[in-house]
């Protein structure tokens, strides 16, 4: 019984796509509006399809970035990694937005050796020495993974777009002046540029309790954009990807971009 | 509770509505009495709302001034979003600490500030009142500017604002 689970999990590996669904990968800030004088948050990150509920896995932040106002790195405090869940607080005493995001570039490679299927993963300049000069088969694929959320102490000031490559929000409304039964309208960058045609997925929070998701899909129009009408208030969670030829790592030509967002929205 | 409402306003009306020598605006905010085990004061936020929403002007603010309790004015949410947030309290003649259950009058004149820079046109008072382990609750009282005539108005809240009354006086 246990061999041929074995066996089922090595033949579900070789006729997986190459991008294997992962589960939903979010951050979940204490609070979204922190008063003028400033003070502590809490953020958890979690990979967990059950929005916002530890109940799969926790995520990776080694490649957390937290951005002040002023564009100045924020350090995180109190990083943890549990079974569940990371989590880390942050001290956001200058007025203004702040951007929590979870950028990572990578490379997943797939190749066979001695007719074994081998799996790589690593960042662009490891690959030399990840994967073998000769592999046979090789099929690489660069992934471009966003995960963001945003907190204002005071007034909110402008969320200008920090990459410049892959899937990113430049949004029209601002991420922390989100309010039921309003409109926001959010616009999406492909490697800087507005991209238009995505499909846009937003789920509210508290999936466990309902027995539908709900989610809502949003085309992006010619300027990138969406327009969302808040139904009540409450967490939400975004996503948006595209798979595409349009690779940045020299000797790859697949791409898939992810952008994943937590956004608040509050009551009237 | 409707006759009590309405005393109140008799109470309210007579109280903001004495003899005036100068155009003024005057308010009367009943913070009413809640049945709870744990009670707490609550934040209160009094402003006039432009047609677009925003604040023309701010009137009032109470939260608890003793310690570092600037915390949970984001707690008056329609306040903190209007315009709140810009502010950098304390405020003199402004903000305050927070007042007990009861009838609480506010007097402005026309001629002074904040109302001396208000445009002609439409405009709200708005009362926001939020409070610690308890409930939010916005009451809104329209009116026009500049005062032409002597115009009484009132509003009630249900749980955290009593009856709210605007008595505008050429």
Do not use: C
């Amino acid at each position: 019984m246990k061999n041929s689970f074995v066996k089922l999990a090595a033949l579900l590996v070789i006729v997986a796509p190459a991008t294997s669904e992962a589960a939903r990968a979010w951050l979940l800030p204490s609070q979204t509006i922190v008063a003028r004088s400033g003070g502590w948050i809490t953020v958890d990150a979690a990979m967990a399809d059950d929005l916002f509920s530890f109940n799969q896995g926790a995520m990776q932040i080694d490649a957390l970035a937290v951005t002040g106002p002023d564009g100045q790195p924020v350090a995180p405090q109190n990083p943890a990694k549990g079974k569940t869940r990371s989590s880390f607080d942050l001290e956001l005493r200058q007025a203004g937005t702040y951007r929590i995001s979870v950028a990572d570039n990578t490379v997943m490679a797939r190749w066979e050796e001695d007719g074994k299927p081998k799996r790589w993963r690593g960042t662009p300049a490891e690959m030399a020495t990840g994967i073998p000069a000769n592999a046979a088969k090789l099929e690489v694929e660069q992934t471009q993974r966003r995960v963001e959320t945003f907190v204002s102490v005071g007034t909110p000031t402008d969320v200008k777009p920090a990459a410049g490559t892959g899937l990113e929000l430049n949004p029209v409304q601002h991420p922390n002046d989100l309010y039921a039964r309003e409109t926001a309208k959010f616009r999406f960058l492909l490697d800087g540029k507005p991209a238009p045609d995505l499909e846009v997925e937003i789920i509210a929070g508290g999936t466990r309790y309902r027995d539908s998701p709900e989610e809502k899909v949003f085309k992006t129009n010619k300027d990138g954009e969406i327009a969302v009408t808040w139904p009540a208030a409450g967490m939400y969670w975004l996503e948006v990807s595209i798979q595409d030829e349009k690779a940045s790592v020299p000797g790859v030509k697949k791409r898939r971009a992810s952008y994943s967002g937590t956004f608040e929205v509050l009551t009237q | 509770m409707f006759r009590k409402t309405l005393l109140m306003l008799v109470l309210a009306f007579t109280a903001i509505g004495g003899a005036a020598t100068a155009a003024d605006l005057s308010l009367s905010v009943d913070i009413p009495q809640v049945q709870v085990a744990e009670y707490h004061r609550p934040y209160v936020a009094v402003w006039i709302e432009g047609a677009d929403q925003s604040i023309a002007a701010n009137l009032a603010v109470w939260y608890q001034v003793r310690g570092d309790h600037t915390k949970w004015l984001p707690d008056l949410r329609q306040w903190w979003r209007r315009g709140g947030r810009d502010l950098k309290v304390p405020v003199d003649g402004l903000t305050g600490a927070t007042r007990p259950v009861g009838q609480h009058l506010l007097k402005f004149d026309a001629a002074q500030a904040p109302l001396a820079s208000l445009k002609p046109g439409q405009y709200t008072v708005v009362v926001e009142a939020v409070r610690e382990v308890g409930g939010r609750e916005a009451v809104r009282i329209p009116f026009e500017w500049p005062i032409k005539a002597a115009k009484r108005d009132s509003a009630s809240g249900s749980k955290e604002l009593g009856a709210v009354a605007l008595s505008l006086n050429p």
